[in-house]
């Protein structure tokens, strides 16, 4: 059922159209300047001369109108914030026919509608640049109201922050929260800094299936489908790891993709079940090299996003300037805990777990244990950019064994603020080690553990080829994007994050059958 707004928009709709007016014009607008360059550039020293933006042609969302008269002023918001705009009756109407201002601009248009307007900049005698507009054009009319955001003296003080509307709507979060729009380009920021990062080591960005026969390279449970052509099960992938491996396998020497990855599990502010990482692997490297090039590539995309190695999150303030902290597993767990767990078998370290009171079930292992401990007592307090390493060999199928330390893995992980925002290893490139590895996480599947992995044969048969010594990483853009742009929740940098169906989605369809 529509709103009394949305009705009175439609009526004004249809007086727009019987005026001759077409309200959703086909043909280009001719846009040739924006309000955050007028505000920025404009002199009034030239003002006289009529040479600074007297011939300024702008189209945006109208988000203000004052009517006075046979003048009014207005705001028009554009891609880059608002302008002031002041529109005669006599300028824009210049013959008999003022239809379009006593008609269109002061009784049919409405807040949130887009526009073209041409005019000259001038300074009002309160000192506000603004448009003196001589041409207004009907771009798009606006059917239903936007959210109403209270502002004074230019600052907003009553904003919409309802995120059950933000994140279902994020069109009009946009429109009505602009400093949203910061957050995306930040995002976009990560990403073209670690792209030309990257490229200038000679690293190739290629692309590996999303739809794949066999999910691997994470302890993650998947998202299923079924393929009706080929008449089989396929898996939304949980990692592109094992596809970029078989890349190294065929002779590229650094490849990586920023790939959109599903698991099906639980939702938080730290996870929605579609997420973005880039996976990098690089051949004749090992994870040392690896820690050191993430410090570097890191400190770059602080410096790029925010200006300085020091980003603001929460009330902490982090420095990713190198070098980072580094912390073995075990030298975590007994620095926070008090206790050494290395030389404890399964049954003491779940012993410790119980003292400890971190919540276990029978299905864990050694691996899954210490990771639970590591989780509950020591992620949480790492706040400055820190590496974890050597983590049980148990904890990571696909990882070298260390060189200098048994029963470990030259594996890390990177951790800021209390969550881990990157994964890496030197890979595992023995066929009969990592087939063995497999094994052992079928045996952890009959366990009950629904994140172990499966046996990929064709990966295997891929490393009996032979792969060159190799490090890999994982990073996590949503993660990253929140630490760069102080964002306390997931769900505020995704676009679209995913949402339960709306209480009456059901009740629409229903009306519409």
């Known amino acids: 059922m529509l709103s009394e707004q949305e009705i009175v928009r439609r009526e004004a709709l249809a007086q727009i159209k019987a005026l001759g007016i077409e309200p959703y014009p086909a043909a280009e607008y001719p846009v040739n300047a924006y309000a955050a360059d007028i505000k920025e550039n404009y002199n009034q020293a030239e003002e006289e001369a009529d040479r600074n933006y007297q011939d300024a042609a702008l189209a945006g969302r109208i988000m203000m109108k004052r009517i006075m ?13 608002r302008i002031q705009l002041y529109i005669a009756r006599d300028t824009i109407c210049p013959d ?6 006593n008609k269109v601009f002061k009784k049919l248009s409405d807040i949130g509608d887009f526009i073209g307007i041409k005019g000259k900049t001038f300074t009002t005698k309160t000192g506000e640049i ?3 507009v001589s041409e207004f054009t009907f771009l798009s009319k606006s059917l239903r109201p936007l959210p109403i955001v209270k502002e004074k003296d230019g600052e907003v003080y009553d904003a919409v922050t309802d995120p059950d509307f933000r994140y279902r709507q994020r069109y009009a979060d946009l429109v009505i929260n602009p400093a949203i729009r910061d957050t995306f380009r930040k995002r976009t920021l990560i990403y073209s800094t670690m792209r030309k990062y990257l490229d200038t080591k000679g690293y190739l960005e290629v692309e590996t299936p999303i739809l794949q026969p066999i999910y691997g390279g994470a302890a993650a449970r ?4 079924h393929h009706n052509t080929l008449d089989m099960t396929l898996y939304l992938r949980i990692a592109n790891e094992l596809y970029l491996k078989r890349l190294i396998v065929g002779g590229f020497e650094g490849v990586y993709e920023f790939s959109k990855d599903f698991r099906n599990e639980g939702m938080s502010r730290f996870h929605n079940p579609e997420f973005t990482q880039i996976e990098l692997y690089v051949s004749y490297k090992d994870y040392y090299w690896m820690m050191d090039m993430t410090e570097e590539m890191i400190e770059q995309v602080a410096i790029a996003t925010n200006g300085t190695t020091k980003v603001q999150v929460g009330e902490n303030v982090i420095d990713f300037k190198r070098p980072w902290k580094r912390y073995t597993m075990y030298e975590a767990i007994e620095h926070f805990t008090g206790i050494d767990i290395s030389e404890m078998d399964e049954d003491a370290v779940r012993e410790t777990a119980k003292k400890l009171h971190v919540p276990t079930d029978p299905s864990m292992g050694r691996g899954k244990l210490i990771d639970e401990i590591f989780g509950e007592k020591c992620e949480a307090q790492l706040i400055q950019p ?9 904890m990571s199928p696909l990882a070298k064994k260390h060189r200098d330390k048994p029963g470990l893995v030259e594996r890390f992980e990177g951790i800021c603020n209390g969550k881990e925002f990157c994964n890496a290893f030197s890979e595992l490139n023995d066929p009969i080690d990592q087939r063995e590895r497999f094994e052992a996480q079928l045996e952890l599947g009959k366990r009950g553990d629904e994140e172990a992995m499966t046996l990929d044969e064709d990966f295997l048969r891929a490393l009996e080829y032979g792969m060159p010594p190799t490090v890999g990483i994982g990073i996590g853009m949503d993660r990253l994007a929140m630490i760069m742009t102080n964002s306390n929740s997931i769900q505020d940098v995704l676009f679209f994050p995913q949402m339960k169906p709306e209480a009456n989605q059901g009740k629409e369809e229903d009306a519409d059958e």
């Not at 998947?222 to 489908?225: E, I, L, M, R, S």
């Open 69 to 81: 008269g046979k003048a009014s002023f207005a705001e028009l918001q554009d891609s880059t914030g």
């Open 96 to 101: 008999e026919n003022k239809d379009l201002y």
């Open 130 to 132: 603004s448009i003196k």
């Open 222 to 225: 998947p998202f299923k489908t």
């Open 386 to 394: 820190t590496f974890i390493t050597d983590y049980p060999v148990e």
